[in-house]
């Protein structure tokens, strides 16, 4: 075969193939048998037809349609192996030539990712300290479970909690859209820190009676999360049913055993303080591994074919897709609630996917460059992990996720845990063992996960590019 190539700045390979005549010709002989066989043609059995009463009788225009079904991946393939040419996802048909035959594919080529000397990457790093105040905050909270609540026959007080009766509006309630709430019956803690239904209601309610009413404004924070209420004055209406008081429980160890697994009030301190301390690192360590990768991503030079992106896109509408059918919804549906076309979805989208994808392939990069395994009894250790959770399922759970399509998976997001806790260890300045040698046949390598076709994912429709031929009479 003739062939010329030609690589684009996308790591895209244009494929252009002359098939020659001593190929063409079986093909088109093949595809004529088989046409003879789906077409009735007067005189002949199925298939027994000669080539050319097929050929005046359905025209060259459909044999040569039905040639290239089968000859555009034959040849695809054939190409592929002379040029020595790997794939990274799969190619397409992007035109087609019948005479003299010519057919010019469109080949993804692996990303090309240049992580620089992603070894001096540093990134200050401050471990949370969690404060006296944040314990107390949280013990007196857990405290005021054992509250004991009674009415009182006195205005209502910080701390008390008051039954009330709450509407409230905009603009003097002119409009209906102006309407923000009537609720009856609400039981409200006065706390000057809550933000229910707004900050400052706690403050305009101290001091009201039972069976009273009070009217005054409220005007919403230029920080309020409903951009739409940012600086709006909200007018209420408030009618208080009962008021009652709250008597809170001494500390004592008593006490605190009775909150839960605590032997004292200095065991609850500390078992609260540990758990805070958890929970801040957890919180801190993702903020810091999400600026850590962000960086190594800004300071990469990534090129990769743009139907990585388009399968990104994919990837998102049929996750999002499925996500809506458990809402009892459909993709249309939420198109319509949105009034968006799928196009302008994808449009949309396509930041924050194109984000995902560069993250994804830095990563992998990162993975091949440090040598990063896993083995597989880190993999069951994850089926263990995620079964454990589902009980009496966990057994179809664990079949579930033997298949090798979701072994795969999960070594895929152990590597990507492996990458990320490698980058974070780099980026604190921690000693980092030397990257570790790639051994052949050892499974460490990314793109593992990507299992590339190196079949055609489209092919051009012959039929708009052949020229057009009426079919002769017999």
């Known amino acids: 075969m003739k062939i010329e190539t030609q690589t684009s700045d996308n790591r895209t390979l244009k494929l252009t193939v002359q098939v020659e005549d001593d190929q063409l010709q079986p093909a088109l002989k093949a595809a004529a048998r088989k046409l003879a066989k789906d077409y009735r043609i007067p005189g002949f059995r199925p298939g027994k037809a000669p080539y050319e009463t097929v050929l005046r009788q359905l ?16 040849v695809y393939q054939a190409a592929l192996a002379q040029e020595k040419v790997e794939p990274y996802a799969p ?33 200050p790093f401050e471990p949370p300290a969690v404060t006296d105040e944040s314990v107390t905050e949280r013990v007196e909270h857990l405290r005021e479970h054992q509250a004991v609540v009674e009415p009182v026959e ?58 009273e009413t009070r009217k005054f404004d409220l005007t919403f924070p230029a920080d309020y999360a409903n951009d739409s209420l940012k600086g709006q004055v909200a007018h209420f209406e408030v009618t208080a049913k009962e008021v009652k008081g709250r008597s809170l429980p001494e500390w004592s160890d008593d006490l605190a055993k009775a909150l839960g697994d605590y032997e004292s009030v200095d065991d609850l301190r500390a078992k609260v303080r540990a758990d805070l301390q958890r929970q801040a690192d957890r919180a801190v360590e993702r903020d810091y ?4 990768v962000d960086q190594l991503v800004a300071q990469a030079q990534i090129v ?14 049929a996750d999002l897709d499925r996500r809506l059918h458990e809402q009892k919804l459909t993709l249309d549906d939420y198109l319509k609630i949105e009034g968006k076309t799928k196009e302008q979805l994808r449009e ?40 454990t959770p589902w009980g009496d ?32 260890a780099v980026a604190k300045g921690e000693e980092v063992p030397a990257p570790a040698p790639i051994i052949e046949g050892e499974v460490h390598d990314y793109d593992h996960a990507h299992q590339p076709d190196e079949n055609l994912s489209t092919v051009v429709d012959p039929e708009a590019a052949a020229p057009a031929e009426p079919a002769a009479g017999v």
Do not use: C, H
Not at 289 to 292: F, G, Q, R, W, Y
């Open 59 to 74: 025209g060259e225009n459909s044999i040569y349609q039905a040639a290239l079904e089968d000859l555009t991946q034959t």
């Open 154 to 211: 006195r205005p209502a007080q910080l701390g008390d909690e008051v039954i009330l009766d709450v509407s409230a509006f905009l603009n003097a309630g002119e409009n209906p859209s102006d309407f923000l709430l009537a609720d009856k019956d609400v039981a409200a803690v006065l706390d000057e820190k809550a933000d229910w239904p707004m900050p400052g209601f706690a403050s305009e309610v101290v001091g009201i009676a039972a069976g």
């Open 91 to 123: 190619g397409e048909l992007e035109d087609v030539q019948l005479k003299p035959m010519v057919l010019t594919y469109s080949v993804p080529l692996a990303p090309e990712i240049n992580l620089g000397d992603y070894r001096a990457l540093r990134l």
């Open 348 to 387: 949309e989208t396509k930041p924050s996917a194109e984000g995902r994808l560069k993250r994804s392939l830095v990563l992998g990069k990162l993975v091949n460059l440090e040598g990063l395994t896993i083995a597989a009894e880190e993999v069951d250790q994850r089926v263990e992990m995620l079964s």
């Open 393 to 424: 399922r966990a057994g179809d759970m664990r079949k579930a996720l033997a298949s090798e399509d979701s072994r795969r998976m999960l070594a895929v997001d152990l590597l990507t845990d492996k990458a990320v806790a490698r980058i974070i």
């Open 289 to 292: 591994a999400d600026k850590v």
């Open 304 to 317: 990769y074919p743009p139907i990585l992106l388009e399968q990104e896109l994919d990837d998102y509408l």
